[in-house]
């Protein structure tokens, strides 16, 4: 992708070593990281003898836009989507590691954006930066790998859902689908403030992973690909079926506001749409659940993910086929 930034310093004048010093210099160390960036590894304290591992790949143009996201935003974004994955496993985030590849005429202000939107990102989730590697190419790549910890307590896999469990999500579902269709529409996100900023960066809830965990929940995963596709892969590793009653999801302003304007159903987001990372779990039928969770469905004898008197949605993102 060309960019066409004019700047007195670019990321090319700094050099390797020169852009590692200067990322390392905004990122604070929490005291999970043992040693930080500098060396050939970073250590990491592994207090419970098992960590958590998940990595994502994010391409400009794919993934994110430079013309709508600043690099702050694009930073929070590579950093919540992992953050998001590792409490799905019910762990806590320790760190992130990130693999980096920038064109060299970047200013490195937009360098410093990414950093800063990398650690603000991370420090609520109670994760640092802990290192990296580097390297020049075409456009921006993002390879970002989280680590966790579980504190003592089994991965909440995304098998363990049984007929009789209920369905519940934490989170906020269908906003950044709502962002990302206005964007795609030309429309003016000045209207629409809260749906634009949900596409730029989620905001996933972070404790609500471990605390499910607490809560005796017997799947949990990631809303990444949308609410339908991620509950089936529930329903598939766990050999059982989810029926969702739409009447129980939410569907807040300014969701059909924004719906209306572009002639679709918003609906359609919520129960399609990804990119928000919600999480979504299964407990007991006898669980007692906090206000962060909202009951939404069952699971039940059988297979795949049904939604009452709604034609299953066309969508969730597939990599291949978007």
């Given at each position: 992708m060309e960019h066409t930034w004019r700047c007195d310093i670019r990321v090319a004048d700094l050099g390797e070593f020169g852009i590692i010093a200067r990322v390392a210099g905004r990122l604070p160390q929490l005291p999970a990281v043992l040693l930080g960036p500098g060396d050939d590894a970073a250590v990491l304290?592994?207090?419970?003898?098992?960590?958590?591992?998940?990595?994502?790949?994010?391409?400009?143009?794919?993934?994110?836009?430079?013309?709508?996201?600043?690099?702050?935003?694009?930073?929070?974004?590579?950093?919540?989507?992992?953050?998001?994955?590792?409490?799905?496993?019910g762990a806590r985030p320790t760190a992130l590691v990130v693999g980096l590849g920038l064109p060299g005429e970047l200013p490195v202000e937009w360098l410093?954006?990414?950093?800063?939107?990398?650690?603000?990102?991370?420090?609520?989730?109670?994760?640092?930066?802990?290192g990296g590697d580097i390297s020049r190419s075409e456009s921006v790549v993002l390879g970002v790998t989280a680590l966790g910890d579980l504190g003592g307590r089994p991965p909440v896999t995304r098998s363990g859902a049984r007929p009789g469990d209920v369905v519940a999500f934490a989170g906020r579902l269908g906003h950044a689908a709502a962002g990302l269709a206005l964007f795609l529409a030309g429309r003016d996100d000045l209207p629409y403030p809260d749906l634009a900023a949900?596409?730029?960066?989620?905001?996933?809830?972070?404790?609500?992973?471990?605390?499910?965990?607490?809560?005796?929940?017997?799947?949990?995963?990631?809303?990444?690909?949308?609410?339908?596709?991620?509950?089936?892969?529930?329903?598939?590793?766990?050999?059982?079926?989810?029926?969702?009653d739409p009447g129980a999801l939410p569907v807040p302003e300014p969701l059909p506001a924004a719906a209306a304007e572009l002639g679709v159903d918003p609906l359609g987001w919520v129960l399609a749409g990804g990119d928000d990372h919600a999480l979504v779990a299964t407990f007991p039928a006898d669980a007692v659940l906090p206000g962060e969770w909202r009951v939404i469905g069952e699971v039940v004898a059988g297979q795949g993910v049904q939604v009452s008197g709604y034609d299953r949605p066309e969508g969730g993102w597939d990599h291949f086929r978007e």
């Open positions: 304290r592994a207090p419970d003898g098992r960590v958590v591992v998940t990595t994502d790949l994010l391409l400009e143009g794919r993934h994110f836009r430079c013309d709508w996201s600043s690099p702050y935003d694009i930073g929070r974004k590579a950093a919540a989507q992992n953050l998001a994955d590792v409490a799905a496993m410093d954006g990414l950093a800063d939107g990398l650690r603000d990102e991370c420090l609520p989730a109670g994760a640092s930066v802990a949900a596409h730029r960066h989620p905001r996933p809830p972070y404790d609500c992973g471990p605390a499910a965990a607490g809560l005796g929940a017997t799947a949990m995963a990631d809303v990444s690909d949308g609410l339908v596709q991620d509950l089936g892969h529930i329903a598939a590793a766990s050999g059982a079926g989810v029926v969702l």
